[in-house]
């Protein structure tokens, strides 16, 4: 009988992707069909539930998340069936904490009365004011969306829905911290996420590439912490909360790997029914050496035929050389655990590789604020109580 270590995942992570389509026309998306209409049937995803609870990866609670391309697009009995659908399948009565990430330009008085009713974890996309949000997160036809979101936003106040936020950082961002910090304040947001523009997919580059950028990711992530921390009450900021978890737990041993990178930890499903592990941006992607990221489809495919199949092993080697190039070269490793696959495929052409811009400024340039504020906070304490 195997051992639990033995066993692949636990899945910690559920991604369904009900409909590449998206109803806006983010400039640095990485979905590569997001003007397809292709929905998931209701058959596809019962048949995902039962692939899920019947895999031998659900050991302990997991995240459902909805996500890509805009998941409000699907119809509201969809998710009223899926709510029904996920209790007759989750035999073991594992908790399972359902969360959707969303433009909130679909949002109206039902939305927001079905996501608090199921307790619904939310998280909304919005960039900032209108000079950094429109200029990235448009229409099909050009417009800006803002308007719209906030409208969306003062529904989920209305209904006294919980929501966070999540803002793509561009080089143009990084000049606006205490522009960002006020429109938070203003629209009364409490939690934000920062994402960086990333190289993924169908966005080829960033406008975070460059010589001095990462001095200047400091600068602006320094400065909005000053204003976070100081705030009443502080604003939280996720990625300050992960960087103090990791450098205060150290949780990263020998051989210890990340959600992205540990093979089952996350599982993605698109609405066709296909199937992938570790980053869920790489689903609906091939690539020479390895075809599709897809490994599988929920209606013909067992996961032990997935794991013994020689392109999975392909996969996973790859993955697993590219943590153990970190874990040797790379001092953040301890409080990152190797930088997620997807962020390594499409900036330097393999898994099995190092540094990416994602790791320079998401994560070694946060590791060194949090830890310098950390710092300063333990010698304010030390002195206060040891005075001269």
């Known amino acids: 009988m195997a051992s639990p270590s033995d066993l692949p995942g636990p899945l910690e992570l559920l991604v369904l992707q009900p409909t590449p389509f998206c109803n806006i026309n983010c400039s640095y998306c990485y979905l590569p069909d997001r003007q397809s209409t ?50 007759r399948h989750n035999r073991p009565g594992v908790t399972v ?22 307790g619904i974890h939310l998280g909304v996309s919005v960039d900032g004011p209108a000079h950094l949000h429109d200029s990235s997160r448009r229409t099909r036809q050009g417009k800006g ?65 460059g010589a001095g950028m990462k001095e200047r990711f400091r600068r602006f992530f320094s400065r909005f912490m000053d204003l976070a921390c100081s705030a009443e009450p502080p604003l939280m900021v996720r990625e300050f909360e992960t960087s103090a978890g990791a450098l205060l737990g150290v949780r990263y041993g020998p051989g210890a790997r990340t959600q992205e990178n540990k093979p089952w930890a996350i599982v993605n499903v698109d609405c066709d029914g296909n199937f992938s592990t570790y980053s869920p941006e790489l689903l609906g992607l091939s690539s020479p050496r390895y075809g599709s990221f897809a490994l599988g489809n929920v209606a013909a ?83 206060e109580a040891c005075p001269t």
């Open 145 to 209: 969306t803002l308007d719209r979101v906030l409208h969306g936003i003062h529904l989920l106040h209305e209904h006294q829905v919980p929501f966070y936020v999540i803002s793509v950082l561009t080089a143009d961002s990084l000049n606006y911290a205490d522009e960002l910090f006020d429109f938070y304040q203003e629209h009364r947001i409490s939690q934000v996420c920062f994402n960086v523009e990333e190289i993924e997919g169908p966005n080829t580059s960033s406008s975070l590439l």
């Open 38 to 87: 292709r929905r998931m049937s209701p058959a596809t995803l019962e048949r995902t539930f039962e692939w899920v609870f019947s895999s031998g990866l659900v050991r302990e609670p997991f995240t459902l998340l909805w996500h890509a391309g805009e998941p409000l697009v699907m119809p509201l009995p969809f998710y009223e069936d899926a709510v029904v659908l996920l209790e």
């Open 301 to 383: 495919d067992s996961l032990g035929d997935v794991i013994a199949s020689e392109r999975f092993r392909a996969l996973e080697a790859d993955v697993s050389l590219g943590g153990d190039l970190c874990r040797q070269s790379c001092p953040y490793f301890a409080f990152c655990g190797g930088g997620p696959p997807a962020n390594k495929y499409f900036e330097n052409g393999t898994f099995a590789s190092t540094e990416t811009l994602f790791c320079r400024l998401h994560k070694q340039v946060c590791l060194d604020v949090t830890l310098e504020r950390l710092e300063r906070q333990q010698k304010a304490v030390l002195s």
């Open 97 to 118: 904490y359902q969360s959707f990430q969303t433009n909130a330009t679909l949002l109206d008085d039902a939305w927001c009365d079905f996501i608090r009713r199921h």
